[in-house]
């Protein structure tokens, strides 16, 4: 784990993160083959440390399992080929049933499937096998989407699975490190209510800003 507690200095927005993000990832010195970004808001900020490492982009995509009730609470995640990662502390906290975890486990697998066909277009998916790669994102909160994507990229053959992420709280950053090979989270805080308040612009990424990310000028 890298960072400690900075309470007021946010990021001005995603591009300022992902700016500051590479050069957390550059002093760790990560040797890696190439960076996935998780859609929609991991896309600026992947944009930023691909183009600071001469790296390729490409997305890996897991969408969250929301609890009953409030989507917005995740209790687990599934990856775009359709693997799921549970917190069962959380789903036993808010009583989710069996039956709708696996309805919510299909139509999010759903969700990933269409995001990643929608956003990779006629690409092909990137070979990932013996490779070192670099998953981004713009914060973690629970991890759950985070800990889809590198089970997922293990999945794809990736050796070493690197996460690179500006904010998260300490019991998230240490889950993903019993996940990940390596976390870097230069901003590591107790504070943590949510990704959002450590942005002064945190408006939502569109599906056509956050595709135009992946393309080779990142122009958008």
Known sequence: MSG???GADRFRD???????????????DVNADIVLAIPRGGLPLGREVADALSLPLDIIVASKIGAPGNPEYAIGAV????SAWLDDGAIEQVGASDDYLEREREREAENAREKAETYRGDRDEPDLAGKTVLVVDDGVATGSTAIAAVR???????EHVVVAVPVGPPSTVTDL???ADEVICPKVTSAFRGVGQFYENFEQVTDEEAMAYLRDDGSS
């Open 177 to 179: 490190e019993a996940e």
């Open 14 to 28: 995603r591009t300022d993160a992902g700016r500051r993000l590479a050069g957390a990832v550059d002093e760790r």
């Open 79 to 82: 990856a775009s080929d359709g």
């Open 4 to 6: 400690g507690e900075r």
């Open 152 to 158: 997922l990229a293990r999945e794809k053959g990736a």
